[in-house]
């Protein structure tokens, strides 16, 4: 049977089909397989990427509470930092005040030196005016050279140049001092042009100064009234105010420990009485420390509203800011400065392990290892750490356990 060339050619080309369809399989699948693998690192970076994400809101979450955590438990730390920023203020707005006072004194003295010099100027300009109009009349006759000629005596002659020229003296010492004096008053108004933008320059920074004091006072007055009338910042700012007063408690029995060692040491000489020397004798004799009244006592306490309780281990007296703080008894200070809760704080050791405790100082005026005598000024009544405005905060201790101060001091009228 013969083949013909078209069935021969069918069966030549039908050996390679199968495996270009082969080829083509494992391409499609290839493809698939890289398509498949390019989608899932896209989805795996998808996911890297909600997760980096995710993490960053997370830690921002927990910043976010640990702010929250820190404000809810720092009412304290935030008054001090206001309080101090108000002192920063407050004391640069007093600087800029004493500046300002110094520029006003400068500008009034210079404005006294410009009236006395235009005064002076205005005299040497008659005596100028007038030495012009006789010069003015010598010039309409002529001259000066007339008059010396005019006369055959040559004594005369000489008489004239010698007058001549004592006027022509004159009249240059007239000109030299006007001059000068014209030049003294220009440099007096110039000064006091300059002090006078100084003094405008000192008057818009206190007036930011005041501007930051205000607005520092008014967060104050803010918090405080939060802790006044909102029972959960009450309920807080006592908690932190009885750790405040723990703190204090082992403050005081560090400081007495180190007195202790201290007492082995002889007492510095000096004109002031030992410390302690009779002050376990004086119950019910102590002077008062400020001028006012207790308005709270000692002991243990019931919030009026909120029907919280805690205990004062000293007593609150009321006063005017700026009062007069002094000792109750000659001592030794063994602390002055900033304690949280207590605002500026001096302790004064009297020997005997008895000490005493004044806070909510405004202004310290003793440092500490200085001697004190009786009714010494240490201090000014002031507000610092103060949730109800300017009074003295006082405590008597004795071997580290407080006393009621209202049985140590003196008894009023």
Same mark, same amino acid.
């Given at each position: 049977?013969?083949?013909? &060339? ?11 089909? &199968? ?59 935030? !008054?001090?930092?206001? =309080?101090?920023? $108000? ?68 004594? *005369? ?5 010698? @007058? ?9 010492? $007239? ?9 003294? %008053? ?25 501007? =930051? ?37 082992? +403050? ?9 060692? %201290?007492?082995?040491? &002889? ?10 020397? #009779?002050?376990?004798? $004086?119950?019910?004799? %102590? ?10 006592? +000692? ?6 509203? +909120?029907?919280?309780?805690? +205990? ?19 001592? @030794?200070?063994?602390? *002055? ?19 005493? $405790?004044?806070? @909510? ?30 009074? %003295? ?6 071997? #580290? ?7 140590? !001091?003196?008894?009023?009228?």
């Amino acid at each position: 049977m013969r083949t013909t &060339p078209r069935s021969y050619g069918s069966r030549r080309g039908a050996g390679p089909r &199968p495996c270009i369809l082969l080829l083509l399989v494992v391409l499609v699948a290839l493809a698939g397989a890289v398509e498949g693998q390019q989608k899932r690192d896209e989805t795996l970076q998808s996911e890297q990427k909600k997760l980096q994400q995710t993490q960053k809101r997370l830690k921002e979450e927990r910043e976010k509470a640990a702010a929250a955590r820190a404000r809810e438990t720092s009412l304290l730390a935030e !008054l001090e930092q206001i =309080e101090q920023r $108000l002192g920063e203020k407050q004391a640069e707005v007093g600087r800029l005040a004493a500046r300002i006072k110094r520029t006003q004194a400068d500008i009034a003295t210079l404005r006294g030196e410009i009236m006395r010099l235009e005064g002076q100027r205005g005299g040497q300009e008659e005596a100028l005016a007038r030495r012009l109009r006789v010069m003015y009349r010598v010039h309409a006759q002529g001259g000066a050279l007339p008059l010396i000629l005019s006369g055959d005596d040559p004594v *005369t002659r000489a008489m004239a140049v010698r @007058h001549l020229a004592s006027l022509a003296v004159l009249d240059a010492r $007239l000109i030299r001092e006007y001059r000068g004096t014209s030049d003294r %008053l220009a440099d007096r108004k110039g000064r006091e042009e300059g002090r006078q933008q100084e003094l405008a320059a000192l008057h818009a920074e206190a007036q930011t100064e005041q501007a =930051e004091v205000d607005r520092e006072a008014a967060k104050r007055r803010t918090l405080l009234a939060r802790v006044r009338d909102e029972r959960a910042y009450h309920e807080r700012m006592v908690g932190e105010l009885t750790e405040a007063s723990r703190r204090l408690e082992a +403050f005081i029995s560090e400081l007495q420990a180190r007195q202790r060692r %201290l007492a082995k040491v &002889p007492p510095p000489k000096g004109g002031i009485e030992p410390p302690g020397v #009779g002050f376990g004798n $004086l119950r019910g004799r %102590l002077p008062w420390p400020a001028e006012g009244r207790i308005v709270v006592p +000692f002991g243990a306490q019931v919030h009026p509203r +909120f029907g919280t309780r805690t +205990f004062r281990n000293g007593v609150d007296i009321e006063a005017a800011e700026g009062t007069d703080v002094t000792t109750v008894y000659a001592g @030794h200070v063994i602390y *002055t400065g900033w304690f949280k809760g207590y605002g500026n704080l001096i302790i004064v050791d009297h020997g005997s392990e008895y000490y005493t $405790l004044y806070a @909510h100082i405004a202004e310290i005026e003793v440092k500490e290892g200085e001697d004190v005598r009786q009714g010494q000024r240490i201090g000014t009544v002031g507000d610092t750490a103060s949730l109800a405005g300017p009074r %003295l905060y006082f405590e008597v201790r004795y071997q #580290g356990k407080p006393q009621d101060p209202a049985e140590w !001091l003196r008894q009023r009228g």
